[in-house]
């Protein structure tokens, strides 16, 4: 188990144009949400909450803060780390399946990570890389993969998966006018 212990700990929800990892974490204690527009904060997540989909991991050098990318909330951020009286971090925040390496990048803990989730992450990862996929039509696609793998967008991930030529390059290539039934994953 990870505590995440440094100068402070900031949770920015954002978007990213693919996730090479989906971390889920819990507060320790009450954390709220700020809006990186107004500043005001809310109340947002209590004590044991989990809080789900932290994509990235920066460290500002000048100030020490931490920011996690959240997936699908750009305005919004977690503080995730508060200062005692005595003037010590106190951690309000644990990563539960990920961990930041000696690089200081967040990376996912496979051994801790669901087999579902980590299959979802991989998937996600080849769509989005390999076939050169937005996030959302590489999101469309693996639902499509995952609900119903012998049907529509479904089969043709599959096929391209199992290493059908045609299928993979109507993925790369969209556009192609001999592609024209991909439409239906984008």
């Known amino acids: 188990m990870n505590f995440i212990s440094a100068t402070t700990l900031v949770i920015v929800l954002g978007c990213s144009n693919a996730a090479a990892q989906l ?7 009450s954390v709220e949400v700020l809006s990186h527009y107004t500043k005001k904060a809310t109340p947002s997540y209590k004590k044991g909450d ?7 991991y920066e460290k500002n050098p000048k100030t020490g ?9 750009p305005e919004n951020y977690i503080v995730g780390n508060r200062r005692d009286s005595s003037g010590k971090l106190i951690p309000t925040v644990k990563l539960l399946d990920c961990y930041i390496d000696n ?10 990570t ?3 989730k980590l299959r979802m992450l991989d998937l996600d990862y080849k769509l989005t890389f390999e076939y ?3 996030s959302a039509c590489a999101s ?5 993969y995952f609900e119903n793998p012998s049907q529509g967008c479904g089969k043709i991930v599959r096929n391209a998966l199992e290493g059908n030529i045609e299928a993979q390059h109507c993925l790369k290539n969209p556009d192609d006018p001999k592609c024209s039934y ?3 994953c984008f």
């Open 65 to 73: 803060l931490i920011e996690y990318g959240f997936y699908r909330d």
């Open 103 to 112: 690089t200081g990048k967040l990376k996912q803990d496979r051994k801790r």
């Open 50 to 56: 989990a809080i789900l989909a932290i994509i990235d």
């Open 23 to 29: 971390c889920d974490a819990v507060a320790l204690e």
């Open 132 to 134: 050169n996929m937005c």
């Open 140 to 144: 469309n696609a693996m639902s499509a």
């Open 182 to 184: 991909v439409s239906r």
């Open 114 to 116: 669901e087999e579902s």
